[in-house]
C-alpha cells in the first residue's frame, strides 16, 4: 500500500484545513486508516482511525470535536477536516494504513504503511 498525503499549509488560528491521504496498490477492505501528527521534538501522536469497510470512527480526545476522519471508497482517499486550530496544532500531519479494523487502533505499531506526512503550520 502507497499512501500519499497533502493538504498541509499555513492557516491562522480559527481557520479550517482538510487533509487528504491517498491510497494506492490494493484494495483496502478490511483495513483501518489513521491519522497521526508530530511536532517538532514531541512524538508522534495518534489523532483518528476509521475502518474502511463500515466507516466506524474513533477519535483522540485531544481533537474530539474540532477534526473529522473521513473516507471515500471510490476514490481510495481518507481525509481529515480540520476546524477550529489553534497553534498548538501545527505539526507534521502523517496518514497510515493497519491492516486489521477493530480496536481503537491507537498505537503506532499497529499501522503497517504510513505517508510522507503533510505540514501544518497555524500561527495567532
Known amino acids: 500500500v502507497q499512501l500519499q498525503a497533502s493538504g498541509g499549509g499555513l492557516v491562522q488560528a480559527g481557520g479550517s484545513l482538510r487533509l487528504s491521504c491517498a491510497a494506492s496498490?490494493?484494495?483496502?477492505?478490511?483495513?483501518?486508516m489513521g491519522w497521526f501528527r508530530q511536532a517538532p521534538g514531541k512524538e508522534r501522536d495518534f489523532l483518528a482511525r476509521i475502518s474502511w469497510s463500515v466507516g466506524t470512527t474513533y477519535y483522540a480526545d485531544s481533537i474530539k470535536g474540532r477534526f473529522t476522519i473521513s473516507r471515500d471508497n471510490a476514490k481510495n482517499t481518507v481525509y481529515l477536516q480540520m476546524n477550529s486550530l489553534k497553534p498548538e496544532d501545527s505539526a507534521v500531519y502523517y496518514c497510515?494504513?493497519?491492516?486489521?479494523?477493530?480496536?481503537?487502533?491507537?498505537?503506532?505499531?499497529?499501522?503497517?504503511?504510513w505517508g510522507q506526512g503533510t505540514l501544518v503550520t497555524v500561527y495567532s
Open positions: 496498490g490494493r484494495t483496502l477492505s478490511n483495513y483501518a
Open positions: 497510515a494504513a493497519a491492516p486489521w479494523e477493530v480496536g481503537t487502533l491507537s498505537s503506532r505499531q499497529m499501522y503497517s504503511y
